[in-house]
């Protein structure tokens, strides 16, 4: 079964750190573009940052500078280094797959079609 | 950036009624737009990708169309479980990616 679960949420305070992490099974993460997602409490949902098949990365200009994005291939875990956390990142972050082919042929996208189930952050003194 | 505009933020309707959401892109998004469904306490579930391709799965009441910067999200017959927020996405900013601010579709 294609499945994605997150963890590693929690209660953190202004200013510091956590990383998530997101365990896929049923697929390869480093095959794939994975991206992370969240949605602050009561709101719309917000994309966050991409891992490339090959390994580039990018961010969302409220994330940029202070998160990181990483895989571990031997353990097929998608990861989300968040450093100098704020009180706007409090939020349910989701990983999931992205299904899009970016070359210097042109981009596709097809979706994100499989997600985990969530971890929820919250930043509060 | 490109901002995608949903109408309206709310829906209320009945089983059976056919329901239609609109999505506005700021700028040309050709047909690089995904629906997704989302329902209290759960994970965004794709619906449409394409702008109007059917994600394998969905049942054929959802459809989607439009190209360019307007686009609809249409379900046929509303069914009890198709009460939920939807959001639209545009892809065409490569690689960057932007949702709509949501639909949420309530029992009139």
């Known amino acids: 079964e294609v499945q994605l679960v997150e963890s590693g949420g929690g209660l953190v305070q202004p200013g510091g750190s956590l990383r998530l992490s997101c365990a896929a099974s049923?697929?390869?993460?480093?095959?794939?573009?994975m991206s992370w997602v969240r949605q602050a409490p009561g709101k719309g949902l917000e994309w966050v940052s991409v891992?490339?098949?090959?390994?580039?990365?990018y961010y969302a200009d409220s994330v940029k500078g202070r998160f990181t994005i990483s895989r571990d291939n031997s353990k097929n875990t998608l990861y989300l280094q968040m450093n100098s956390l704020r009180a706007e990142d409090t939020a349910v972050y989701y990983c999931?797959?992205?299904?899009?082919?970016?070359?210097?042929?042109?981009?596709?996208?097809?979706?994100?079609?499989?997600w985990g189930q969530g971890t929820t952050v919250t930043v509060s003194s | 950036d490109i901002q995608m505009t949903q109408s309206p933020s709310s829906v209320s309707a009945s089983v059976g009624d056919r329901v239609t959401i609109t999505c506005r892109a700021s700028?040309?998004?050709?047909?690089?737009l995904a629906w997704y469904q989302q329902k209290p306490g759960k994970a965004p579930k794709l619906l449409i990708y394409?702008?109007?391709s059917l994600q394998s799965g969905v049942p054929s009441r959802f459809s989607g169309s439009g190209s360019g910067t307007d686009f609809t999200l249409t379900i046929s017959s509303l069914q009890p479980e198709d009460f939920a927020t939807y959001y639209c996405?545009?892809?065409?900013?490569?690689?960057?990616?932007?949702f709509g601010g949501g639909t949420k579709v309530e029992i009139k």
């Open positions: 891992i490339y098949s090959g390994g580039s990365t």
């Open positions: 999931a797959r992205d299904l899009r082919v970016d070359t210097a042929m042109g981009h596709y996208y097809y979706g994100m079609d499989v």
């Open positions: 049923g697929f390869t993460v480093s095959s794939n573009y």
């Open positions: 394409a702008a109007s």
């Open positions: 700028q040309g998004i050709s047909s690089w």
């Open positions: 996405q545009q892809a065409n900013s490569f690689p960057f990616l932007t």
